[in-house]
């Protein structure tokens, strides 16, 4: 197998098997996928280090054979031990480069001697015109093959894996909270929500902003401005069946905590630094709770709710807090401070 192809497929599996899109590790197991061959001077291998292939060669090493086989493997374990103590990924990407390398071989005609120091021939594939010589034509076509694959595996990771993915695509919640957890503190979450109405049991398929997390309730906001709690329980005000998450526009958004202490709540808040979105959420005592009065609906929940003994926030924005005038407060409150990139 030519060097290009052995270093698409390290990186593929690679990729695949640490679930990760690092740049330094896929180099790491592109080089690694090539060292099988340093038993050829005229490999790329064999060039960068060709004092260790001419000694081979000087003694007789065959090309695909104790360099492609398990006492190889079982080296260069050995020797990213250490590697693995500084960094245990780069560890694995060596190795599990150095493996994509020999498995790439095991797919051609002549195959390795991986059972070294047995002379016989190892071969991923027994039906002799499935196997391809290196450098054919057929190996250009296993090569974008391999690519394409990887480039399916990329965006598998990126969205999380294989496992995620799957559950993103069945509309888990679970899976949904993961996605939420994973990716608000870049990326506005979009969700589109099947379900229905807590109240009525109207059938719900929209798509909504996912404000907040609040236990396994997503606070959404729909188009029109108003927020509404969904979870698989009758807590809130819709029922979910299906959510799906994806990424909006790209953002900064930045979680701060203030702890009040019989303080100006309004006061406190302006001093936040000027940003296009705030929302706040937690729980505050105050004087005289029960002369607030905020609005009230079985289809939309507003984020600022009156309690017996103060107000309890959730992902309220700023100007919804105007009532609450020079009102002192105490307790902790959870800013989400959000801004375009």
């Known amino acids: 197998m030519m060097g ?4 698409v497929l390290g990186i593929a599996i690679t990729s695949a098997t640490l679930q990760t899109l690092h740049p330094v590790l896929l180099g790491i197991a592109a080089a690694g996928s090539l060292l099988p061959d340093i038993d050829s001077s005229q490999s790329i291998a064999g060039r960068i280090f060709y004092p260790v292939s001419a000694e081979l060669q000087r003694r007789g090493v065959v090309h695909r054979t104790v360099t492609h086989s398990w006492l190889a493997i079982l080296i260069v374990c050995v020797l990213a031990a250490p590697i693995w103590w500084l ?4 560890a694995y990407a060596l190795v599990l480069g150095f493996c994509a390398g020999i498995l790439g ?11 070294w120091p047995s002379t016989a021939r190892d071969v991923l594939i027994d039906h002799p015109r499935l196997r391809f010589a290196t450098g054919s034509l057929n190996e250009f076509f296993v090569t974008v093959a391999i690519t394409a694959a990887a480039v399916a595996i990329f965006n598998l990771v990126s969205a999380g894996g294989l496992l995620r993915a799957i559950g993103q695509w069945s509309g888990s ?4 909270i993961d996605f939420y957890n994973r990716n608000y503190a870049e990326f506005v979450i979009e969700a589109q929500v099947t379900g229905w109405t807590s109240a009525a049991r109207v059938p719900v398929n929209q798509q909504f902003r996912v404000l907040r997390l609040e236990g ?20 809130g005000e819709i ?27 309004l006061t406190t808040l302006a001093k936040l630094p000027l940003s296009e979105e705030v929302y706040v959420s937690g729980t505050l005592t105050t004087d005289d709770p029960t002369e607030l009065q905020f609005p009230k609906s079985t289809d939309w929940f507003w984020p600022v709710v009156a309690t017996g003994t103060g107000v309890s926030l959730h992902a309220a924005r700023l100007e919804q807090l105007q009532p ?18």
């Open 105 to 115: 071989d095991m797919l051609t005609s002549n195959g390795v001697e991986f059972f």
């Open 239 to 265: 029922l979910i069946d299906k959510i799906r998450t994806h990424r909006g526009k790209p953002v900064t958004t930045e979680i701060r905590t203030l702890q009040l202490n019989d303080q100006p709540i």
């Open 4 to 7: 290009s192809s052995h270093a």
């Open 216 to 235: 396994a309730t997503f606070i959404l906001q729909d188009p029109q401005g108003f927020l509404h709690r969904a979870s698989q329980s009758d807590a």
């Open 324 to 341: 609450l005038g020079s009102r002192y407060g105490t307790g902790t409150l959870t800013v989400m401070i959000v801004n375009g990139r």
């Open 173 to 176: 919640p679970s899976a949904a």
């Open 87 to 90: 960094w245990s990924q780069a």
